[in-house]
């Protein structure tokens, strides 16, 4: 059982690289077992990410440009995110307070509603990583810290 298994490639090149591999094949993974739960709702992973962004902003709209800076995955094509979660009623545009040229987005009752039921099955969602213990969780979590953040 493992990586190596897993994907049937049994050498690599040191172990940075079969980390790097397991790392990219989980996320994939992890995406694949969450996919049905998003379905459900006609929503994607990106989409959710997004109206969990808005409605922690709540009731403060938030710019395209903030939305895209505190997504998980940042993407060039938040505009067309959004434009999709508009047109479900599950964001709305709102005139910027402080320069009325600009548009801000903030969550729709029907968005908040949509994050409501999700909330239900946090369990399901979280139990993807139910063989961790709470210890190894949280340890996880440092390395992938580590990872992106060095020695700091």
Same mark, same amino acid.
């Given at each position: 059982?493992?990586?190596?298994?897993?994907? =049937?490639?049994?050498?690599?090149?040191?172990?940075?690289?079969?980390?790097?591999?397991? @790392?990219?094949?989980?996320?994939?993974? *992890?995406?694949?077992?969450?996919?049905?739960?998003?379905?459900?709702?006609?929503?994607?992973? =990106?989409?959710?990410?997004?109206?969990?962004?808005?409605?922690?902003?709540?009731?403060?709209?938030?710019?395209?440009?903030?939305?895209? /800076?505190?997504?998980? /995955?940042? *993407?060039?094509?938040?505009?067309?995110?959004?434009?999709? !979660?508009?047109?479900?009623? !599950?964001? $709305? $545009?709102?005139?910027?307070?402080?320069?009325?040229?600009?548009?801000?987005?903030?969550?729709?009752?029907?968005? $908040? $509603? !949509?994050? /409501?039921?999700?909330?239900?099955? =946090?369990?399901?969602?979280?139990?993807? @990583?139910?063989?961790?213990? /709470?210890?190894?969780?949280?340890?996880?979590?440092?390395?992938?810290?580590?990872?992106?953040?060095?020695?700091?």
């Amino acid at each position: 059982m493992g990586i190596a298994n897993d994907i =049937q490639q049994s050498r690599f090149r040191n172990a940075w690289q079969k980390a790097a591999i397991n @790392l990219i094949y989980t996320t994939s993974w *992890m995406r694949g077992k969450n996919k049905n739960i998003f379905e459900s709702e006609d929503i994607t992973p =990106q989409q959710f990410n997004i109206l969990r962004i808005l409605r922690g902003s709540y009731p403060h709209p938030l710019s395209t440009l903030q939305i895209r /800076e505190r997504m998980l /995955e940042k *993407m060039s094509d938040t505009s067309r995110i959004v434009d999709r !979660l508009i047109t479900k009623g !599950l964001v $709305k $545009k709102v005139i910027c307070k402080t320069d009325r040229r600009l548009v801000d987005v903030i969550i729709s009752d029907k968005g $908040k $509603k !949509l994050l /409501e039921r999700l909330d239900a099955r =946090q369990d399901q969602i979280d139990g993807v @990583l139910g063989n961790l213990s /709470e210890n190894d969780a949280a340890a996880l979590s440092d390395l992938l810290d580590k990872i992106r953040h060095g020695g700091e």
